[in-house]
């Protein structure tokens, strides 16, 4: 039984890699920020396992600070795998980037020089597509695809958050290049992560379904974007121990484009009653508003642009037909009624 150091297993994906982890013979070893979350992760998990015995076994818990050095040593003693999803993101964005990037950056190189030393030789990071699509499509290509890099001086590419993840991700593979060639990485990027979370505790990307079923906005800006159904995501972390053609690379997780009015009408035909609104707001107004808004400024380029990006690799090495769209957006707007967060 191969022994998995899960970070970040509280979290959103974390709880389902670690359900996925379980459910296929691994052994876990879960990192969480503080032992008090562990109850959370069991709680969680437990409803969904095909097999509850020996639980305690073979689901144990360790508390690591991304940001601290004590304790790695310990954690990563025995591991055969490095599961790195734990990664640090503010509530608001910090006045000075560097508050984001730099606990990015040396959180994934902490997790990595341990490993290092700790003589681990596989490692599989969770990055994003944020280290993707920060940059012009090249001439000819109709996708992004991971040959592509964020560009941190793009208009997209500099704001503060993705700029993290394209930063930290390239310190890995910096690393792995002129430190560890011993260590084989590989990492999953995911697009815009939907579906039904294991418990009350859900991410930033599923208030973007609750945020449009509460009618928060009332009209909808031509944004698009790829999503992917948290299951898929956590199917390709786990299936990449076992994939030797998965080693040394990047892979993106993906599995269609949807607008928001997309999503909002989808919604909408599910929930006739809800506060769902489904206009489209005029892109001049949008313009405007990005003078007293840097958020809404970085969009800009992003605007009337549908960000269509490649899923033929993920699917070539892990053999995965991706969980349709339609599925993720409905299960999220379920479980958001049925656990009380919005009126049906």
């Not at 990192?31 to 109850?39: E, F, I, T, Y």
């Not at 940059?135 to 695809?145: I, R, S, T």
């Not at 999503?227 to 030797?244: C, L, N, Y």
């Not at 991706?322 to 299960?331: A, D, K």
């Given at each position: 039984?191969?022994?998995?150091?899960?970070?970040?297993?509280?979290?959103?994906?974390?709880?389902?890699?670690?359900?996925?982890?379980?459910?296929?013979?691994?052994?876990?070893?879960?990192?969480?920020?503080?032992?008090?979350?562990?109850?959370?992760?069991?709680?969680?998990?437990?409803?969904?396992?095909?097999?509850?015995?020996?639980?305690?076994?073979?689901?144990?818990?360790?508390?690591?600070?991304?940001?601290?050095?004590?304790?790695?040593?310990?954690?990563?003693k025995d591991i055969d795998v490095?599961?790195?999803?734990?990664?640090?993101?503010?509530?608001?964005?910090?006045?000075?980037?560097?508050?984001?990037?730099?606990?990015?950056?040396?959180?994934?190189?902490?997790?990595?020089?341990?490993?290092?030393?700790?003589?681990?030789?596989?490692?599989?990071?969770?990055?994003?597509?944020?280290?993707?699509?920060?940059?012009?499509?090249?001439?000819?290509?109709?996708?992004?695809?991971?040959?592509?890099?964020?560009?941190?001086?793009?208009?997209?590419?500099?704001?503060?958050?993705?700029?993290?993840?394209?930063?930290?991700?390239?310190?890995?593979?910096?690393f792995i290049k002129s430190s560890?060639?011993?260590?084989?990485?590989?990492?999953?990027?995911?697009?815009?992560?939907?579906?039904?979370?294991?418990?009350?505790?859900?991410?930033?990307?599923?208030?973007?379904?609750?945020?449009?079923?509460?009618?928060?906005?009332?009209?909808?800006?031509?944004?698009?974007?790829?999503?992917?159904?948290?299951?898929?995501?956590?199917?390709?972390?786990?299936?990449?121990?076992?994939?030797?053609?998965?080693?040394?690379?990047?892979?993106?997780?993906?599995?269609?484009?949807?607008?928001?009015?997309?999503?909002?009408?989808?919604?909408?035909?599910?929930?006739?009653k809800s506060k769902v609104k489904?206009?489209?707001?005029?892109?001049?107004?949008?313009?405007?508003?990005?003078?007293?808004?840097?958020?809404?400024?970085?969009?800009?380029?992003?605007?009337?642009?549908?960000?269509?990006?490649?899923?033929?690799?993920?699917?070539?090495?892990?053999?995965?037909?991706?969980?349709?769209?339609?599925?993720?957006?409905?299960?999220?707007?379920?479980?958001?009624?049925?656990?009380?967060?919005?009126?049906?």
């Amino acid at each position: 039984m191969k022994k998995v150091l899960l970070t970040g297993a509280s979290g959103y994906i974390g709880k389902h890699i670690t359900l996925q982890l379980l459910n296929q013979g691994y052994e876990v070893r879960a990192s969480v920020r503080n032992l008090a979350k562990s109850s959370e992760v069991i709680d969680a998990v437990t409803p969904h396992l095909l097999d509850k015995s020996n639980l305690e076994e073979r689901l144990t818990f360790i508390e690591l600070d991304l940001e601290k050095d004590a304790g790695w040593d310990v954690a990563l003693k025995d591991i055969d795998v490095l599961m790195h999803t734990a990664s640090p993101f503010p509530i608001a964005s910090p006045k000075d980037e560097n508050e984001l990037i730099r606990p990015a950056v040396d959180g994934t190189l902490r997790a990595l020089k341990a490993a290092k030393l700790a003589g681990v030789k596989r490692v599989i990071l969770t990055s994003s597509n944020a280290a993707v699509y920060g940059c012009e499509l090249p001439e000819g290509k109709a996708a992004y695809d991971e040959t592509m890099w964020t560009d941190i001086t793009h208009p997209i590419g500099r704001v503060a958050y993705t700029k993290s993840k394209t930063l930290a991700e390239m310190a890995a593979w910096d690393f792995i290049k002129s430190s560890a060639p011993e260590i084989a990485l590989t990492t999953i990027n995911p697009v815009l992560v939907l579906g039904a979370p294991l418990d009350n505790n859900f991410g930033s990307s599923v208030s973007v379904v609750e945020r449009i079923m509460k009618g928060k906005d009332p009209m909808l800006p031509d944004l698009s974007f790829p999503i992917v159904d948290v299951r898929d995501v956590a199917k390709m972390h786990v299936e990449a121990i076992k994939s030797e053609a998965s080693k040394g690379e990047r892979i993106l997780a993906s599995s269609e484009t949807y607008s928001f009015i997309e999503i909002a009408k989808l919604i909408k035909s599910i929930y006739p009653k809800s506060k769902v609104k489904t206009a489209k707001a005029p892109t001049f107004l949008i313009k405007f508003l990005a003078n007293f808004d840097g958020e809404i400024k970085s969009v800009l380029p992003m605007l009337g642009k549908p960000m269509i990006t490649a899923n033929d690799k993920a699917r070539r090495i892990f053999g995965i037909n991706f969980i349709p769209v339609e599925i993720s957006i409905r299960e999220s707007a379920d479980y958001l009624v049925k656990n009380g967060f919005i009126k049906g």
